[in-house]
């Protein structure tokens, strides 16, 4: 498991969450709720992992809506911080773009 994503997941249970106001428009947009996402953080799927990337570390994730719908959620740390966890983007993966399990991007 990366580092990252350790880390988003200890800050989540401490409470220490925010969520971008991208991530709440993406989150209306495909009727996406917060308290579903961080109920099923626990079962995410790392995609793509970014420990480098310049406004501090982030990881793709898959995770899954209450009906068990697959949801890819953007979550990160900000540069030269601990804390918060902030949820920057969710959305409803496109089948077009993403393999059969949505853990890769079609080529």
């Known amino acids: ?32 709720f917060v308290r579903d996402v961080l109920a099923n953080i626990v079962d995410a799927v790392i995609v793509e992992d970014y420990p480098d990337y310049p406004k501090g570390p982030c990881v793709l994730v898959l995770q899954s809506d209450l009906e068990g719908k697959p949801v890819h959620v953007v979550w990160g740390i900000p540069k030269n911080a601990s804390s918060p966890a902030v949820l920057i983007t969710a959305y409803r993966p496109d089948p077009r773009q993403w393999s059969n399990g949505f853990t890769r991007r079609k080529q």
Do not use: P, W
């Not at 997941?9 to 947009?29: C, F, T």
């Open 1 to 32: 498991m990366s580092q990252t994503f350790q880390a988003i997941l200890r800050l989540i249970e401490r409470g220490e969450v925010r969520v971008s106001a991208h991530g709440y428009d993406e989150l209306a947009e495909d009727g996406l």
